[in-house]
């Protein structure tokens, strides 16, 4: 059974800031990693998407890496704004076309 | 071009009604999926549909059940509500032989 970890749960950091959220997930046999931001209340925004071959994606700040052998992933942050303020998720596509989904990040930038 | 839609935005019923949520996937979308976020659980996949067939179902009793239109909306039916059904329901879409899933805002279902 897949399970994903994501840490830290909760993070709050001053703005301009770059900062580094991690996934974990125990089952190698991905076909892609999404992140995606979610705001109170709201539905899923997604970020990036990494396929299984890939190694990392990139859009303006965000940047996300994936190394499917150890079963890791991060996402980064440069020059973090207070509009970044959200929980973002992690989630890995198994068989079945399933989204597993860590628990999150809720990210609090400051000004 | 729209994204995917969901109605209504907010749903409250008593215990032991049937609620029924509603999906529009993105146009030229096949497939639709179904997941819970209930408070202190995490989203948790129910169902997916592909060309109006059931293709996958997640660890859901059967009073969760659903259906896809030949119009590739969809629908979600969740019958004897309980308490615990109490939860954010977001529908996701994706194009044909693309995993790539975009979701919509959710239904807030509570049962009181």
């Known amino acids: 059974k897949q399970e994903v970890t994501q840490i830290p749960a909760a993070l709050s950091v001053p703005e301009g800031e770059n900062l580094v959220l991690n996934c974990s997930f125990t089952d190698s046999a991905i076909y892609n990693l999404q992140w995606f931001r979610q705001d109170p209340g709201k539905g899923l925004t997604s970020l990036l998407l990494i396929q299984s071959s890939q190694r990392e994606q990139t859009s303006g700040r965000l940047n996300a890496s994936l190394d499917k052998s150890s079963g890791r992933s991060t996402l980064y942050i440069a020059a973090s704004q207070p509009g970044d303020s959200a929980t973002y998720l992690c989630a890995v596509t198994g068989g079945g076309n399933k989204l597993t989904f860590g628990t999150g990040t809720q990210l609090k930038v400051e000004l | ?112």
């Open chain 2, 1 to 112: 071009e729209a994204g995917v839609t969901q109605s209504p935005t907010h749903l409250i019923k008593t215990r032991g009604q049937q609620a029924t949520l509603r999906c529009s996937p993105i146009s030229g979308h096949t497939s639709v999926y179904w997941y819970q976020q209930a408070l202190g659980l995490g989203l948790q996949f129910l169902l997916w549909y592909d060309e109006g067939e059931e293709r996958n179902r997640g660890n859901f009793p059967p009073r969760f059940s659903g259906r896809q239109f030949p119009n590739y909306s969809s629908e979600l039916n969740v019958n004897a509500l309980e308490l615990e059904d109490s939860a954010l329901y977001l529908c996701a879409s994706s194009a044909p032989r693309r995993i790539e899933a975009f979701f919509g805002q959710g239904t807030r279902l509570t049962v009181v």
